[in-house]
């Protein structure tokens, strides 16, 4: 099975900064897109930025020149760099990657679980 987990959440103050990691597991032919978006309870989830396998991205406004996203495509890996934190930011941040996999061999899009990111002021 195709697997995303992300890691590097957690509790930070106002201006200060945090590394989202995102890692693929699982039989992957290729891995056509990967992003983060974010989603507080109550709210539709929204996205964060985009990146193709290509270097293309597309950044949130609200994140633009603070949040910088970055591939690893030797292990499979996306993360997002976070500074400037504002309490605005606080949310659930979920990984999320279009992939083709399985037999056959098709384009499917996965989710990660999620990881809490807190901003106190």
């Known amino acids: 099975q195709v697997q995303l987990v992300e890691s590097g959440g957690g509790l930070v103050q106002a201006g200060g900064s945090l590394r989202l990691s995102c890692a693929v597991s699982?039989?992957?032919?290729?891995?056509?897109?990967m992003g983060w978006y974010r989603q507080v309870p109550g709210k539709q989830r929204e996205l964060v930025v985009e990146v193709t396998s290509g270097s293309k991205t597309n950044y949130a406004d609200s994140v633009k020149g603070r949040f910088t996203i970055s591939r690893d495509n030797a292990k499979n890996t996306v993360h997002l760099q976070m500074n400037s934190l504002k309490v605005e930011d606080t949310n659930v941040y979920y990984c999320k990657a279009r992939i083709r996999s399985g037999a056959p061999v098709r384009s499917y899009v996965y989710w990660g679980q999620g990881t809490q990111v807190t901003v106190s002021s």
């Open positions: 699982g039989s992957i032919v290729s891995i056509e897109t």
